[in-house]
């Protein structure tokens, strides 16, 4: 059985598990979709069955592409990330802040999180087809503060809905408008709109319900001035376009830009923008990484599959998930049309099982700086002198431990260990890395950092034994 057969079944299994009617996820490697699963019934009704190109609405995972919107008027000096709110929405200069010692809310604390607006998510859930006027009446009367700003992440689509108002706002046209012509249209994702009552005259996942036995079919919630937190519906073959483009920003090179928003600006997304945390626990799952939300996106630091790039959607009758791995271009997303299913299950033991199933990352060479650097300190470390030769050392190596202390410990090691050979360098980037020497009792483990200058030389060096008597 292959591994995307292995992953077909874990799919069926999970939606019998979790009573989810219909289900399609999709495997983006190399720039591509790779696999589809599409199955169960999209329609419980007409019995009507999941393809490939089923709609469904993917709700929060809409903040993404938001943020990234917000961020395209920002690359093109439209505005400020850290500027007052008011200053794009003029009616929020009217809103009684938290405290009155509070800084201005700025689209920053809206894009992570941390405006200290109240978490929100059943309510908003329920008001993407708001108009405008109501929105404006939210702003104008709503008890919106949990605390001040700057203080805490707490996830609120209210911020979110308030960066869709500032996209109109600022590109003088309605934020689906801009959506469309910055993203949807570029990226050849013609299935994909706002609109999902237009969406449900076609291939149309229905959302349901169980509550017990029962079953029932969701309203749809329309089109309106809160979508830019979450009302975007999609098909799999839309959506692994998007994820194609984001994963073509890593890594950093010198290639033209062919994307609608530039590649800085995608990674600049997935950075710890606002406070750390360790998420709940997934039932049966691994321990839980520590994790931070950036732009639109959370970034947990996995021991096992590196830098892992997520986000979660929820709406009445849909749950879904997005799970990219930058550092292997892999992307793995899943959809489902039962109320809150909870997807990121699936998508963690998805790339689980293509972590697996893969070979290891290969590692890059090492710069001929690093290898001109760790050559002199196996050289030292034969002749037990640091001294001698040509040294690549910066200004301060010797000035912080002085020659003969180095000596000394390169002595010590040696007598240790015995003679030794490079066995491997583990760069960690043009300018630091890891070594290990395999010696005759042992091994002599090194960390090394060199120094900014043009002749970039030594300017720290950790060496330790490991395996001597």
Same mark, same amino acid.
């Given at each position: 059985?292959?591994?995307?057969?292995?992953?077909?079944?874990?799919?069926?299994?999970?939606?019998?598990?979790?009573?989810?009617?219909? /289900?399609?996820?999709?495997?983006? #490697?190399?720039?591509?979709?790779?696999?589809v699963?599409?199955?169960?019934?999209?329609?419980?009704?007409?019995?009507?069955?999941?393809?490939?190109?089923t709609?469904?609405r993917?709700?929060?995972?809409?903040?993404?592409?938001?943020?990234?919107?917000?961020?395209?008027?920002?690359?093109?000096?439209?505005? #400020?990330?850290?500027?007052?709110?008011?200053?794009?929405? @003029?009616?929020f200069?009217?809103?009684?802040? !938290?405290?009155?010692?509070s800084?201005?809310?700025?689209?920053r604390?809206l /894009?992570?999180?941390?405006a200290?607006?109240?978490?929100?998510?059943?309510?908003g859930?329920?008001?993407?087809?708001m108009?405008?006027?109501? /929105?404006?009446?939210v702003?104008?009367?709503?008890?919106?503060?949990?605390?001040? =700003?700057?203080?805490?992440?707490?996830?609120?689509?209210?911020?979110?809905?308030?960066?869709?108002r500032?996209?109109?706002?600022?590109?003088?046209?309605?934020y689906?408008?801009?959506?469309?012509?910055?993203?949807?249209?570029?990226?050849? *994702?013609?299935?994909?709109?706002?609109?999902? @009552?237009?969406?449900?005259?076609?291939?149309? !996942?229905?959302?349901?319900?169980?509550?017990?036995?029962?079953?029932?079919?969701?309203?749809?919630?329309?089109?309106?001035?809160?979508?830019?937190?979450?009302?975007?519906?999609?098909?799999? =073959?839309?959506?692994?376009r998007?994820?194609?483009?984001?994963l073509?920003?890593?890594?950093?090179?010198?290639?033209? %830009?062919?994307?609608p928003v530039?590649?800085?600006?995608?990674? %600049?997304m997935?950075?710890?923008?606002?406070?750390?945390?360790?998420?709940?626990?997934?039932?049966?799952?691994?321990?839980?990484?520590?994790?931070?939300?950036?732009?639109g996106?959370?970034?947990?630091?996995?021991?096992?599959?590196?830098?892992?790039?997520?986000?979660?959607?929820?709406?009445?009758?849909?749950?879904?998930?997005?799970?990219?791995?930058?550092?292997?271009?892999?992307?793995v997303?899943?959809f489902?049309n039962?109320?809150?299913?909870? *997807?990121?299950?699936?998508?963690?033991?998805i790339?689980?099982?293509?972590?697996e199933?893969?070979?290891?990352? @290969?590692?890059?060479?090492?710069?001929?700086?690093?290898v001109?650097?760790?050559?002199?300190?196996?050289?030292?470390?034969?002749?037990?002198?640091?001294?001698g030769?040509d040294?690549?050392?910066?200004?301060?190596?010797?000035?912080?431990?002085?020659?003969?202390l180095r000596?000394? %410990?390169?002595?010590?090691?040696?007598?240790?260990?015995?003679?030794?050979?490079?066995?491997r360098? %583990?760069?960690?980037?043009?300018?630091?890395?890891r070594?290990?020497? !395999?010696?005759?009792?042992?091994?002599?483990?090194?960390t090394?950092?060199?120094?900014?200058?043009?002749?970039?030389?030594?300017?720290?060096?950790?060496?330790?034994?490991?395996?001597?008597?």
């Amino acid at each position: 059985m292959t591994v995307y057969a292995e992953i077909d079944a874990a799919c069926a299994a999970f939606a019998e598990q979790q009573h989810i009617p219909g /289900l399609a996820a999709g495997i983006v #490697q190399g720039g591509r979709l790779v696999h589809v699963t599409a199955l169960g019934v999209a329609d419980r009704e007409a019995r009507r069955r999941v393809e490939a190109g089923t709609a469904f609405r993917i709700a929060s995972m809409t903040k993404n592409m938001t943020a990234l919107a917000i961020l395209s008027l920002r690359d093109r000096g439209k505005l #400020q990330l850290d500027a007052p709110l008011e200053q794009y929405v @003029p009616q929020f200069a009217a809103v009684k802040p !938290a405290t009155r010692d509070s800084a201005p809310v700025t689209l920053r604390h809206l /894009l992570t999180h941390t405006a200290g607006f109240v978490t929100d998510d059943p309510w908003g859930d329920r008001v993407l087809g708001m108009n405008p006027a109501e /929105l404006d009446r939210v702003i104008a009367t709503g008890h919106l503060f949990a605390r001040p =700003p700057g203080l805490a992440f707490e996830y609120s689509n209210l911020g979110y809905a308030l960066l869709g108002r500032v996209l109109t706002n600022v590109s003088g046209e309605p934020y689906q408008a801009y959506m469309r012509r910055t993203f949807l249209e570029p990226l050849g *994702m013609v299935g994909t709109t706002f609109d999902a @009552p237009a969406a449900a005259k076609g291939d149309y !996942a229905w959302g349901y319900r169980l509550d017990g036995d029962v079953w029932s079919r969701e309203r749809i919630e329309p089109d309106g001035e809160v979508g830019a937190m979450g009302g975007l519906a999609t098909t799999v =073959p839309d959506y692994a376009r998007y994820v194609a483009f984001l994963l073509d920003a890593w890594p950093a090179r010198d290639d033209p %830009e062919s994307g609608p928003v530039r590649r800085s600006s995608v990674r %600049e997304m997935v950075l710890w923008h606002a406070p750390p945390f360790v998420p709940d626990p997934l039932p049966g799952a691994r321990a839980p990484q520590p994790s931070a939300y950036g732009y639109g996106l959370t970034h947990s630091s996995d021991a096992l599959l590196g830098m892992r790039i997520h986000h979660a959607g929820g709406l009445p009758g849909y749950g879904s998930h997005v799970l990219m791995l930058p550092e292997r271009g892999w992307g793995v997303f899943a959809f489902g049309n039962r109320t809150y299913a909870p *997807m990121s299950r699936l998508t963690l033991q998805i790339a689980e099982m293509l972590h697996e199933a893969s070979p290891p990352l @290969p590692v890059a060479p090492p710069s001929p700086a690093l290898v001109r650097a760790i050559d002199a300190v196996v050289a030292a470390y034969a002749s037990g002198r640091i001294e001698g030769g040509d040294r690549p050392f910066a200004v301060n190596f010797l000035l912080d431990t002085p020659a003969r202390l180095r000596d000394a %410990e390169l002595a010590s090691l040696r007598a240790r260990l015995g003679e030794g050979r490079l066995e491997r360098i %583990e760069p960690v980037h043009a300018l630091a890395g890891r070594f290990v020497l !395999a010696c005759a009792k042992g091994r002599l483990n090194g960390t090394i950092a060199l120094s900014p200058e043009a002749d970039s030389g030594i300017q720290k060096l950790i060496l330790s034994a490991a395996g001597a008597d």
